[in-house]
Nanobody, 121 residues
Framework: VQLQASGGGLVQAGGSLRLSCAASGRTFRSYTMGWFRQAPGKEREFVAAVSWSGSSTNYADSVKGRFTISRDNAKNAVYLQMNSLKPEDTAVYYC???????????????WGQGTLVTVSS
């Protein structure tokens, strides 16, 4: 599956953004999908994942209660709704997929290009 993320931008602390990831290919619904991020000078980190059906989700502790991952298999898309943004959420955000059922952070092998999110204080 090929992935393309969009929706990044500049937002003030406390604000919201919604990232989208468009997927190509007819096998999208068989993929567990996830979002990762990489801040300047830091390693890439897991943000959230959603099962193929959308019924199960997993979040990093740092974003629980603020971010929501969802997917629309009819549109071959996955989303990340980000609320109550903080300056430490500033990063390049990547969508990723894997043809495995478990929704942990390991095993993602399809990656899109990133989209930059900048949160100003």
């Amino acid at each position: 599956v090929q992935l393309q993320a969009s929706g990044g931008g500049l937002v003030q602390a406390g604000g919201s953004l919604r990232l989208s990831c468009a997927a190509s290919g007819r096998t999208f619904r068989s993929y567990t999908m996830g979002w990762f991020r990489q801040a300047p000078g830091k390693e890439r980190e897991f943000v959230a994942a959603v099962s193929w059906s959308g019924s199960s989700t997993n979040y990093a502790d740092s974003v629980k209660g603020r971010f929501t991952i969802s997917r629309d298999n009819a549109k071959n898309a996955v989303y990340l709704q980000m609320n109550s943004l903080k300056p430490e959420d500033t990063a390049v955000y990547y969508c990723a997929g894997k043809r495995r059922l478990e929704i942990g952070p390991q095993g993602f092998d399809s990656w899109g290009q990133g989209t930059l999110v900048t949160v100003s204080s």
